[in-house]
């Protein structure tokens, strides 16, 4: 394990106390040196120039600074330098990008100032995981590229491409350097265009996935990449049985391509709107057309299953009444995932393997099993972890609600389930509206008019009208101490 991933497992350990621990209670949850807590918390600080993210007393031990953590975890720069991950993964997109064309060795790794053997052991890290997608990794001379299907290079680029929260053009001409600023634009419009047609916010992760999968099709455009017409993973029947089955999606993906055509001065192939289709179909999508869910006898077959596996391994009692329905909705999406081969990544995965390690591992057990039955393959953990958000929030159900807005990046499960802990922590508060900053924006002088309070999971960069404080999305205690302080203040003012 890295220096980087041990950190992370530190900070989030102590994100979970609400008091002091000693460095041999850290040092067994953790299994590492007493030591090497003393030397991480040193080095955890300096990085943070000296402004003590961790607390450390004698006698008492160390504590977290915890608004400091949830300013430092939300903003997307690090607090370190490059760990081998993100330079591995920087250095892998950007080969992607380039397929099929050839770039130096000293251009790739140049920022990072690293030996030659460093380098070595990056390129041959990277052909073993670029072989996960049948794409091979070239090397002549000191130039080195990547071969593949133009499928193949998407699936993986989409792996890789830079996590985002949310689909915020000011936040994403910052942080997000994929595109310049006139692409950006374009994509962010094209996006917002999808939910208009569909009436409806697309919730995280589906939201990041076409968001990136748009991003990643112009970029390779722009790059003078041409998409091949005997896609070996092209099936024609498949594709017209899955467009006359998604008539209204297909309609909305070819009016998009046809945007983009015309944006780019390049008629798109026909693939474009099929491969666009592929992640309108894999993703959870409201709108009018859900008033009618139409599930597969698989679809249902398997969500049942794996609630009765679930059931019969889990001691406490969760109640299911809601838990079928919320879970079909997600299943049938997921399969179509499984199908197309395209990746979520689930930014909540270590904090819902803190926090519901119990219910993650019944989970994870009782979903792989079933997958392995059905489709001969487990499943990733970034996905186990969406699931068991269903189970933890049935789990954590009830309470009557009691006047706050919980503001969200707009998501799967993880905002249901914030509304749900806090009625739990706090029933006499009344819950107004779950919603997205973007959501907000657009009627935030009504919003204004009826709650005294709002609780985001996410760092809100601008004014609001009502006093707001930031909590983590599992909700934990001290965010809990947090709220109850702020309320407190509130009451007396």
């Known amino acids: 394990m890295t220096f980087e991933e041990r950190k992370q497992s530190l900070?989030?350990?102590?994100?979970?106390?609400?008091?002091y621990l000693s460095s041999g209670t850290i040092a067994k949850k953790l299994k590492i040196s007493k030591r090497t807590i003393i030397r991480y918390v040193d080095k955890i600080n300096r990085d943070c120039d000296n402004n003590k993210l961790i607390i450390s007393e004698k006698g008492k031990g160390y504590r977290l600074d915890y608004d400091k953590y949830l300013e430092e975890k939300s903003n997307t720069k690090q607090i370190s330098d490059f760990s081998p991950v993100e330079r591995r993964n920087e250095i892998l997109l950007k080969l992607l990008m380039k397929s099929p064309r050839k770039i130096s060795v000293?251009?790739?790794f140049e920022k990072f100032y690293v030996s030659e053997a460093v380098m070595n052991g990056d390129l041959t890290?990277?052909?073993?995981?670029?072989?996960?997608y049948k794409i091979s990794i070239i090397r002549q001379n000191r130039f080195v590229g990547v071969m593949g299907n133009e499928l193949a290079i998407r699936r993986a680029l989409l792996r890789y491409v830079p996590r985002i929260n949310d689909i915020d053009e000011e936040l994403l001409n910052k942080d997000f350097s994929l595109l310049n600023k006139y692409d950006m634009r374009f994509v962010v419009e094209q996006f917002h265009s999808i939910e208009e047609q569909l009436n409806s916010i697309i919730p995280y992760p589906y939201n990041i996935n076409i968001f990136s999968h748009l991003c990643i099709l112009i970029n390779r455009y722009r790059s003078g990449i041409e998409v091949s017409s005997d896609d070996s993973d092209f099936d024609i029947n498949g594709q017209k049985n899955t467009i006359e089955a998604n008539g209204y999606l297909y309609q909305i993906s070819s009016k998009l391509i046809?945007?983009?055509?015309?944006?780019?001065?390049?008629?798109?192939p026909n693939q474009e709107k099929y491969y666009?289709?592929?992640?309108?179909?894999?993703?959870?999508?409201f709108s009018n057309s859900e008033n009618e869910p139409n599930y597969s006898d698989e679809v249902e077959k398997i969500t049942y299953q794996i609630i009765e596996t679930v059931l019969d391994n889990y001691k406490g009692s969760i109640s299911t009444t809601k838990l079928k329905i919320e879970l079909i909705n997600h299943i049938k999406p997921l399969l179509n995932r499984i199908k197309n081969k395209i990746f979520v990544s689930n930014r909540l995965l270590p904090d819902i393997k803190n926090e519901y390690s119990e219910i993650f591992e019944i989970v994870k057990i009782a979903v792989n099993k079933i997958f392995i039955q059905y489709f001969g393959e487990t499943l990733s953990d970034d996905e186990i972890g969406f699931i068991t958000l269903y189970f933890a929030k049935a789990v954590e159900q009830e309470i009557k609600s009691l006047c706050v807005l919980i503001m969200c990046a707009s998501g799967v499960g993880t905002s249901e389930l914030l509304?749900?802990?806090?009625?739990?922590?706090f029933p006499d508060l009344k819950?107004?509206?779950v919603v997205s900053l973007r959501q907000y924006r657009k009627n935030s002088e009504n919003y204004d008019k009826q709650i005294d309070l709002i609780i985001s999971s996410i760092v809100l960069n601008e004014v609001v009208g009502k006093p707001s404080i930031l909590v983590s999305a599992m909700f934990n205690k001290n965010d809990q101490k947090n709220v109850e302080r702020l309320i407190r203040e509130l009451k007396n003012k």
């Open 11 to 19: 900070l989030e350990f102590l994100s979970q106390q609400d008091n």
């Open 431 to 433: 819950i107004e509206d």
């Open 125 to 132: 890290f990277i052909k073993s995981q670029l072989s996960k």
């Open 276 to 285: 666009l289709l592929q992640y309108l179909i894999s993703s959870r999508l």
């Open 106 to 108: 000293d251009y790739l």
């Open 258 to 268: 046809n945007n983009f055509s015309s944006y780019l001065g390049h008629e798109l």
């Open 419 to 425: 509304k749900v802990k806090v009625h739990r922590a």
